[in-house]
């Protein structure tokens, strides 16, 4: 909230720029989406952002790879099999 300027968590809820908030303008363009993650991350909580970014993503007709790092906290960010993320990477931008 300090990077942004938040003076509280209301406000920050509030605010309407964050891609979670945005997650249909994102599938109406057709932009592949893709998010690793940690299950264990403390920082940024499965629930609150990864969860419902992949459920608003998918109640506006799009779909979101999910690359989850069991036990993963916030650091590392990498998925446990790289290649399989390298290779989702490349199947959607050989086209693009």
Known sequence: MRCYGFKSETEALAWDKNPVDNAGIFVKAGIPLVHCYGDADEVVLWEENTKVMSERVKAAGGGIS???????????????????????????????
């Open 66 to 96: 999910l690359f989850a790092r069991p036990g993963g906290r916030h650091h590392p960010h990498g998925p446990v099999d790289p290649v399989s993320f390298a290779d989702w990477v490349i199947s959607n931008t050989l086209n693009s």
